[in-house]
């Protein structure tokens, strides 16, 4: 992120570094993780709801495909999961009326210690119960058992699964206050080419050089998938209330500190190319 003396007297010393861009750097750093991670809350609560939709509309019952579920591979972790959370502060009585000790075979089941001894536990959740209980990362491992045709009556899946792998990155590098701008110069094997069309649909200034540069940046593009996750899943009002509130904090920053990087193209390039994408996704 900053340029080291590559030789001489002050080799592996930083570059015209100074307090003031370091204190600058951790102002964004910081305004970029708290509002990411909002936007990645709202992106999970709306594919919980787009799921819930689509299960509306198919033939499934509600328990029996949770059963179906956990006796794939991911599946059966993601019952065990459930099944810990018996034991949960906060999800301990609803967990309590559909996690009991298990009576016979009609049901899925998995092993837990309880007081030095293992006992079998069935879990028998309904979907609309199990979305409340499981992490973003079990989540994803049922959307993509969900979407399939024989389970659904819709064609295609509202987001590729790859872009919610990288939604939940960012989910989680926010959530344990992971410094990400640090992370600026590794680059990305491939620009993914719905991001790319999703950056020319807004019509920004950017030229197309500098689109392939920006979004060959890791942390970048992985921003860019929470926002385009965001337009595609979340209600109107929602969006456009965390793009503006994004955009705010951007402006803010550039108008009281962006000078400060006029000589550190890898911050001033990236900031400037996120700002404009924020913009046009804020006043559309």
């Not at 049901?107 to 837990?112: E, I, N, P, T």
């Not at 058992?145 to 919610?164: D, G, R």
């Not at 940046?217 to 929602?238: G, H, N």
Request: hydrophobic content about 40%; some cysteine; glycine content about 4%.
């Amino acid at each position: 992120m900053y340029d080291k003396y590559p030789c001489g007297i002050n080799q592996g010393k930083y570059i015209n570094l100074n307090f003031d861009q370091l204190r600058a750097t951790a102002i964004l750093d910081m305004n970029i993780r708290k509002h990411i991670f909002s936007m990645c809350i709202d992106i999970e609560h709306s594919l919980k709801l787009r799921i819930l939709q689509d299960f509306e509309k198919c033939n499934n019952d509600g328990y029996e495909l949770i059963q179906d579920f956990f006796k794939t591979r991911s599946g059966g972790k993601v019952a065990l999961d459930i099944a810990k959370k018996r034991e949960s502060l906060y999800l301990n009585k609803l967990a309590g009326k559909y996690i009991y000790p298990k009576t016979d075979d009609s049901v899925y089941s998995v092993s837990l210690y309880n007081n030095g001894k293992q006992i079998e536990y069935a879990v028998d959740v309904p979907i609309w119960i199990m979305l409340e209980m499981i992490t973003f990362g079990d989540l994803i491992s049922f959307y993509k058992f969900f979407y399939p045709k024989e389970h659904t009556y819709v064609a295609e899946t509202p987001i590729p699964e790859n872009i919610l792998f990288n939604v939940k990155n960012m989910r989680n590098a926010c959530a344990h206050n992971n410094c990400i701008l640090a992370t600026l110069y590794k680059e990305t094997e491939r620009i993914d080419p719905r991001m790319r069309a999703f950056i020319d649909s807004l019509g920004t200034d950017i030229g197309n050089s500098g689109k392939t540069t920006r979004l060959k940046c890791r942390i970048i593009s992985e921003i860019v998938c929470v926002l385009y996750s965001l337009k595609k899943l979340a209600s109107q009002d929602v969006a456009s209330y965390d793009f503006q509130k994004f955009f705010d904090v951007l402006e803010h920053f550039e108008q009281n500190y962006i000078h400060l990087f006029a000589e550190n193209s890898l911050v001033f390039a990236n900031f400037i190319f996120l700002k404009k994408v924020v913009d046009k996704l804020a006043s559309s």
